[in-house]
């Protein structure tokens, strides 16, 4: 399992440290499994597709616009 993948060290906060071990120790496994846990559920694990952040940003809650797509534009012109 671990031929694959690349050590990494980060800094954090001695209060952080001691949350970290004390949740690896409580759930009987190490903290480099714990880590990948949380940065796989912040990124979007490796099976979860990202999400476009713009993906509906226009979405206008009308099933007609590419029917009407004329009407729509001449009105905004008007405008």
Not at 5 to 32: C, F, N, S, W, Y
């Amino acid at each position: 399992m671990l031929a694959y993948m690349r050590r990494t060290t980060i800094k954090i906060p001695d209060a952080l440290d001691a949350r970290l071990r004390h949740e690896a120790e409580r759930r009987g496994v190490t903290i480099a499994a714990i880590s990948r846990e949380a940065i796989e559920a912040y990124f979007g694990g490796p099976s979860t597709r990202r999400r476009l952040g713009a993906a509906g940003a226009g979405h206008s809650g009308r099933s007609d616009v590419s029917e009407r797509v004329e009407e729509i534009l001449a009105a905004e012109v008007a405008r």
